[in-house]
């Protein structure tokens, strides 16, 4: 049973396109996060939903729209996509509170490349 | 704001040393290391707290010194298996994991 799951694994589309990337985790975790990380391999922050509440919203253009219909789920929704944001996207999962261990579960990634 | 990271790169033989600093310029209370192996998602390696022991895992381990705002990772007579990048990130408020710009690492036979 794979614990964070990210579809697609791989995008390939035009400038200007619509795309969303949906991540699911089995943990039963509260908290899950979307991060990018770009050619230089930088992993950088963008959301943070706990128990579906934005908690962390990094400067990202608007045209990045997270959604977490529950709190095993978080979808990413990218709006007009630029050539810039050709990058792998990860989503991961933690526990908050008491039980925090600190520990992010990654899934694989999905790779967005915008031609 | 991210931590910083030294070195950038490393190359080492199969069983030699390699070290890996990790700063940042706001107090620190925890320091988290994860690796990333080519292709993969980072996995997480271990986590050290304010006022805690020096961790280990096998032959990597990890030290956290509070007042220099420093965390250094160990990894002891290394293995082809511990290539890959290395990441030390800092917890900052609101659960935000803020990660540095990475140590590749690279163990050759």
């Known amino acids: 049973d794979t614990a964070v799951s990210q579809t697609p694994k791989y995008l390939v589309t035009q400038m200007g396109n619509d795309k969303s990337i949906k991540c699911e985790q089995n943990?039963?975790?509260?908290?899950m996060y979307w991060y990018k990380q770009d050619s230089k391999k930088f992993l950088k922050i963008m959301f943070s939903y706990n128990n579906k509440e934005l908690i962390i919203n990094e400067t990202v253009p608007n045209r990045f729209s997270p959604k977490s219909p529950d709190k095993a789920h978080l979808n990413l929704h990218i709006n007009s996509l630029e050539l810039g944001d050709s990058a792998v996207y990860f989503c991961?999962?933690?526990?908050?509170?008491?039980?925090?261990?600190?520990?992010?579960?990654f899934g694989e990634g999905s790779r967005l490349t915008v031609l | 704001q991210q931590p910083v990271q030294s070195p950038q790169a490393v190359i080492l033989r199969e069983g030699e040393d390699a070290v890996i600093n990790c700063s940042s310029s706001?107090?620190?209370?925890?320091v988290h290391w994860y690796r990333q192996k080519h292709g993969e998602a980072p996995v997480f390696l271990m986590i050290l707290l304010k006022g805690g022991e020096q961790k280990g895992h096998d032959k990597i381990s990890a030290s956290f010194n509070e007042k220099k705002q420093q965390s250094s990772l160990y990894l002891t007579a290394s293995q082809l298996s511990y290539s890959g990048t290395y990441f030390c990130?800092?917890?900052?408020?609101?659960?935000?994991?803020?990660f540095g710009a990475g140590t590749i690492l690279r163990v050759k036979s």
């Open positions: 943990l039963g975790h509260d908290t």
């Open positions: 706001k107090a620190l209370y925890s």
């Open positions: 991961a999962s933690s526990r908050m509170g008491s039980k925090n261990t600190g520990e992010l579960f």
């Open positions: 990130g800092t917890m900052e408020y609101g659960n935000k994991l803020v």
